[in-house]
């Protein structure tokens, strides 16, 4: 199992609304979602690599 690192994050009430909605209409929970969109954005970035080949296509 990975360990993962806590840490704090503030929101405006507008951003955490929108990001409760994102995480419900893709069925995660709101730390699952976060976890998915850093992700994407480290990824696109070039600073974290892809973790498969099939992620490459989607992208």
């Keep these: ?4 690192k806590a840490f704090v ?3 405006d009430p507008e ?3 929108a990001l409760e909605r994102w ?3 893709e ?3 709101i730390n699952g979602q976060m ?3 850093i992700d994407q ?3 696109n970035a070039g600073r ?12």
């Design 1 to 4: 199992m990975t360990k993962k």
């Design 9 to 11: 994050v503030r929101l």
């Design 15 to 17: 951003r955490m609304k």
């Design 23 to 25: 995480a419900a209409d």
């Design 27 to 29: 069925f995660r929970s």
């Design 35 to 37: 976890e998915w969109i």
């Design 41 to 43: 954005a480290l990824k």
């Design 48 to 59: 974290m690599k892809k973790s498969n080949p099939s992620e490459e296509k989607e992208a």
